[in-house]
């Protein structure tokens, strides 16, 4: 054909496109082509991934004419009318993959596929946007970003400033909860358009470019970007930190630090994980980057501190690694430094919307009174407290049990403040605690009232024993009807950490059902009891009041006329052995003979936890008071229960 004299490339590309728009054909040109094409172009995710990965393979033997022929059929069927969008997502995918392996034959056609990437920043499809932001990455790293950026800057800019304000009206609409909360959690998860693929576009073609973008980072850039990390929804919070973590890679001195310092304290305290963790990842490379970091750390060190104790374990441990890496064993004096910055940062976020963010301020706090010079903490005690006890009365199980264990260390560190008298009106918040429906909770309350044991002696003992000795006879009082914890956890809608709770208000549901309250049951008023005494049991001012309360203790365990008797019988299994270490083995075995037959009947229970708890119990006891003392003891008892001990103990 005349058309195509002196045209072999056209040519090519044009019968390849024709074979791949009819596979029927008879006539084949270079199958492996063809075949691994069709692939990269399928409506099948899974068949669009092994497209890349012949791709790779293929790239390896392919000479520059052929590695020309592919991309003019890429570029081809980009241009095409209506593409699909997986056409279009595997083409611009592949292009990124011939660049990176490629990248001599195509200096002179990059041009065509990068106004194609540019334009589809645009399309629908929000994983085309993508592709086409990776694929500027990578055309900026293989042939410089003076020749990309710039030709694409303004349109990349204009549609992250563009679309910062509201989602677009053709958004599918999402079914939310009425009010306040309804409006900011859309606006937490509605599609923003092109807003987020754009950020990452931006990002891409930093990441790309590497120290060849810093003659671009200018302060109306970084302003613009600063704007997507306050911005309401989640997602486009942590990628503007992604993109602000790029940038600091492109700080020349301290240019912009002040700036960027304020934005990434704001990261730091945010409600969700996936912010925070962005905000930490910015935050490690501006302390790297920037020479005077040290003059920004009354911002910095209060939150990157409170993230050690973050709930998200990723955040907790990539904070505790930038902690460690940045002042080593000078943590402590660092924030005595800044004590007033912390604190007031402490006592805010106790407060904060984000349950998680609650507990993780009580364990700061606690660790403010136990790990920092006393006299450098002293001044902010009161505040501390205040927080605190307003902590106590939270919705979370897991907020209340942080403050009392913070409220206890607070106690221990300074009873000159919180004394005798300050301490009457504590005590109701700690037994409540020690009510509580949630076990962890119960066990909290014991360990920070053996503190306060500890520390005001006989005058809190004595109070202590008269709160024991009406919980320890509550569960005679136990209706038949019994509930625990558990039975609330079924069948229930589950949540992961940091989802729906942070922007649904204090009393919402987040994860583990930290929220979940209900009324006290008797038999769990008596399993605080226990736990109180075994901490108790350490104290040697203590050792009267546990040994004479053993016998209730035996006692509660005989009631059986609930279905929770199990678990109260599993706690005394657990804590016995350890009461019988502190006590030591003289003043224990005396009392050791009332649990025997609670003990063995929890070995035929139908709960294994008790069982296991039953049978580690014997084993504990044994290594105590010894074997065979054991066994004769329990032969002189009744002698049916040996052949059980005695399968039990090891020989």
Not at 43 to 70: F, I, N, Q, T, Y
Not at 247 to 258: E, K, R, T, Y
């Amino acid at each position: 054909n005349a058309e195509y004299m002196g045209r072999s490339d056209q040519i090519r590309t044009d019968v390849l496109f024709y074979l791949l728009s009819r596979p029927n054909c008879l006539i084949q040109y270079s199958n492996t082509m063809e075949s691994t094409v069709k692939l990269l172009t399928s409506p099948m995710k899974l068949d669009r991934d092994k497209g890349l990965v012949a791709l790779e393979a293929m790239l390896r033997k392919m000479r520059d004419s052929e590695v020309v022929d592919l991309w003019n059929l890429i570029v081809s069927l980009c241009r095409q009318e209506s593409p699909t969008w997986e056409t279009l997502h595997g083409c611009f995918t592949a292009a990124a993959l011939i660049m990176n392996q490629q990248p001599t034959p195509l200096e002179t056609s990059y041009t065509d596929m990068l106004r194609l990437a540019s334009t589809n920043l645009e399309h629908n499809e929000s994983r085309v946007r993508t592709a086409c932001g990776d694929l500027l990455g990578v055309i900026c790293e293989v042939y410089g970003t003076e020749k990309v950026y710039c030709k694409v800057k303004d349109r990349v800019i204009n549609l992250i400033d563009n679309n910062l304000v509201s989602p677009s009206a053709e958004e599918p609409e999402t079914p939310t909860p009425t009010g306040q909360a309804g409006k900011e959690f859309l606006q937490d998860i509605a599609g923003w358009r092109f807003l987020e693929t754009s950020i990452n576009a931006l990002l891409s073609i930093i990441q790309g470019s590497g120290d060849k973008f810093i003659p671009y980072f200018d302060k109306p850039l970084l302003d613009l970007v600063a704007s997507t990390s306050r911005h309401p929804n989640r997602f486009v919070r942590e990628t503007g930190f992604q993109t602000i973590s790029a940038l600091i890679g492109c700080l020349q001195g301290d240019q912009f630090a002040g700036d960027i310092s304020s934005v990434l304290a704001a990261g730091l305290s945010d409600n969700w994980s996936q912010v925070r963790m962005a905000a930490s990842v910015a935050t490690r490379s501006f302390l790297a980057r920037c020479p005077t970091a040290e003059s920004y750390y009354p911002q910095l060190v209060p939150p990157m501190c409170l993230n050690r104790y973050y709930v998200a374990e990723g955040v907790r441990v990539y904070s505790l690694a930038t902690w460690r890496s940045r002042f080593g064993d000078t943590g402590p004096r660092v924030v005595a430094s800044y004590v007033s910055d912390v604190v007031a940062f402490y006592v805010s976020q106790s407060a904060a919307t984000n349950h998680a963010v609650r507990e993780a301020a009580c364990s700061c706090i606690a660790e403010l009174a136990s790990k920092i010079d006393p006299e450098v903490t002293r001044p902010h005690v009161e505040k501390l407290l205040a927080a605190l006890l307003e902590a106590f009365k939270d919705d979370s199980w897991a907020v209340r049990d942080a403050a009392c264990l913070a409220t206890g260390t607070l106690v221990e560190a300074f009873p000159d403040i919180v004394d005798l008298q300050r301490l009457q009106s504590l005590y109701p918040l700690f037994y409540a605690n020690l009510e509580d429906n949630i076990p962890t909770v119960r066990q909290g309350a014991a360990l920070s009232l053996a503190k306060i044991a500890k520390i005001h002696g006989n005058a809190a003992i004595e109070e202590l024993q008269a709160k024991l000795e009406v919980l320890l006879i509550s569960v005679a009082k136990q209706p038949s009807q019994s509930e625990a914890s558990t039975d609330q956890h079924t069948d229930q809608p589950m949540y992961s950490c940091g989802s729906l709770a942070p922007k649904m208000g204090r009393a919402a549901v987040g994860c583990s059902d930290c929220l979940f309250k209900r009324p006290t049951q008797p038999w769990e008023q008596t399993d605080g009891a226990v736990y109180l005494l075994t901490e108790l049991s350490g104290i040697q001012t203590a050792s009267s009041l546990v040994t004479s309360s053993l016998p209730l203790v035996a006692k509660s365990t005989t009631y059986k006329h609930y279905k929770h008797h199990v678990n109260l019988l599993d706690t005394v299994a657990k804590c016995l052995p350890v009461i019988g270490r502190r006590l030591g083995k003289q003043k224990f075995k005396t009392y050791l003979e009332g649990f025997y037959d609670s003990l063995f009947y929890g070995l035929t229970v139908d709960s294994p936890l008790t069982v296991e708890s039953c049978k580690e119990c014997f084993l504990n006891l044994s290594q105590l008071i010894g074997p065979n003392i054991l066994q004769g003891r329990v032969n002189n008892y009744n002698s049916t229960y040996l052949p059980i001990l005695t399968s039990l103990i090891p020989q």
